[in-house]
């Protein structure tokens, strides 16, 4: 796989108190196969698609026992002048650039709006490696947030993103495109969602069948939030995973809808 473009999700993971468990909940849901740990990274545990590789689980390091969330890393040449330009534009650095062997460099950081993320600088590990049409890969992921004014300045800013707001009166959904791809959406969080819950950047995975993956997750304990609903770009659903990670599955073989639209802002 090439080099990706600065800006491009290239990456996700998610720390589990319960390793195993998630190993299980996401191989039934998503058809997920893992690899063996690696006790040299903090047994940080590649899960796969069809031998590809589409994410990754680790336990949380001794003290940094939290809620479970996935983290959508963004593809840069350059992981610490990003993590400049990120902080220059009123985002903050939760763990500085740290080179990972010889797979890449990461960081993690913060939008001004309290998104988490983080940056991968790819060396010998570049990314995903299954397409958005395969089943179990990462497809899409929005920004949830209370303060889309926030994210709305500071993503572009930092990744040169250009964006398009959708007409639509009943949601504030932003897109932001590097070139002719949309890599991103951001979505203004409303009063439906409890307070208790932070902003965040919601990632979906692709299933066969979004219904069929809804009803395995909730027998193994995951928590409908969403769905499912048809849409121009698939049939998809909303959930919460045993261990409260945020995600979301669709099926873009099944859609329905005009696609909405948009204009540049």
């Known amino acids: 796989m090439a080099v990706q473009p600065e800006g491009t999700p290239c990456w996700t993971d998610a720390m589990f108190g319960d390793v195993e468990g998630a190993k299980s ?36 390091m001794p003290g ?32 500085e650039p740290m080179q990972v062997g010889e ?45 889309p004014e926030k994210s709305d300045a500071f993503f572009p800013a930092v990744f ?18 590097l070139g002719e791809n949309t890599v991103l959406g951001r979505m203004r969080m409303t009063d439906e969602f409890p307070p208790e819950v932070p ?5 979906y995975f692709t299933v066969d069948n979004c ?18 609903m048809d849409s121009p770009f698939g049939r998809f659903a909303s959930l919460s995973d045993p261990q409260g990670a945020n995600f979301s599955v669709i099926d873009v073989t099944t859609t329905a809808g005009e696609m909405p639209s948009s204009v540049d802002v």
Not at 115 to 132: D, K, N, R, S
Request: glycine content about 12%.
């Open 25 to 60: 909940f996401y191989g039934d849901v998503l058809g997920w196969t893992f690899g063996e740990s690696s006790s040299e990274y903090g047994n940080y545990t590649q899960a796969y698609t069809d031998g590809k590789a589409v994410a990754a689980v680790v336990p949380p």
């Open 64 to 95: 940094q026992e939290s809620q479970s969330q996935w983290c959508l890393y963004l593809a840069s040449p350059d992981a610490s002048a990003t993590a400049g330009r990120i902080r220059d534009n009123g985002g903050e650095i939760l763990m």
């Open 103 to 147: 797979f890449g460099t990461m960081c993690l950081a913060r939008d001004p709006s309290g998104v988490v993320f983080g940056i991968w600088q790819g060396g010998l590990h570049e990314g995903f490696e299954a397409t958005p049409e395969q089943t179990g890969a990462y497809c899409w992921a929005e920004v949830f947030t209370r303060e």
């Open 160 to 177: 040169g993103y250009t964006a398009k707001q959708v007409q639509d009166d009943n949601v504030d959904f932003r897109m932001f495109d």
């Open 199 to 203: 902003p965040y950047i919601n990632v």
């Open 211 to 228: 219904d069929d993956a809804v009803a395995k997750a909730t027998k193994q304990g995951g928590i409908l939030r969403f769905g499912p």
